[in-house]
């Protein structure tokens, strides 16, 4: 079906893959916004409250994850990590050196593909150590039953945790630059694709 002048279009995400898309996107934003304002303020009750909000949603992210794996291996065509597993693809890219290309196929482009696979395997790690720390620190969550008193551990953890902070907050920028770039370098309207579920390509000529 003709979308636009030139362009072709397919329904390519469903509606559960966009509804867990909105909900992982809203809950990291809060976990990333609270923690760096904790992390700015002195130790005071709005430091304090800040904390335990960033730790509630942790637990927002954690089920949003753990939806989004069970989609990724029992959703849809698109929605499955195995659809994402590009690697002849990559190797193409890196043989012609040519990552940022103009979106052809339907579904995720081959290096977004792999960003996003590294992005949830490091938000796995993220996950695990934001629950642990809460539970050493706050003495909260699902682990804080075994792990409430095992101060010597928080202090292995601790940094990972923060390393994948500052990851998530450079994958939150890039990924927006990405979409931008692809609009105004491509002229493919990408955005929107989390919302309506459209994906628009070129026709080729």
Not at 39 to 55: D, G, I, M, S
Not at 134 to 163: C, F, K, N, S
Not at 175 to 192: C, D, F, K, T, W
Request: hydrophobic residues 55%; positive net charge; proline residues 4%.
């Amino acid at each position: 079906m003709m979308a636009m002048t030139g362009m072709r279009r397919e329904k390519v995400y469903d509606p559960i893959l966009r509804v867990i898309h909105a909900w992982n996107a809203f809950a990291l934003l809060l976990l990333l916004a609270a923690s760096l304002l904790a992390q700015a303020l002195p130790y005071t009750p709005e430091a304090v409250f800040l904390w335990r909000f960033h730790v509630w949603t942790g637990y927002a992210l954690t089920v949003g994850l753990v939806a989004r794996l069970a989609w990724g291996i029992n959703g849809p065509r698109h929605a499955r990590f195995a659809a994402m597993w590009r690697w002849r693809d990559w190797l193409a890219a890196a043989r012609r050196r040519q990552f940022f290309t103009t979106p052809r196929d339907w579904g995720h482009h081959p290096l977004a593909a792999a960003v996003y696979l590294l992005f949830y395997l490091l938000l796995i790690v993220m996950v695990i150590t934001g629950l642990t720390l809460a539970a050493i620190e706050q003495g909260q969550g699902p682990l804080a039953r075994w792990l409430a008193h095992e101060v010597a551990l928080a202090g292995w953890l601790r940094t990972p945790h923060d390393i994948l902070e500052d990851f998530l907050i450079g994958f939150v920028v890039i990924h927006v630059a990405a979409l931008i770039l692809h609009e105004s370098r491509h002229g493919v309207p990408v955005a929107q694709a989390m919302v309506s579920g459209y994906q628009y390509r070129k026709d080729e000529e």
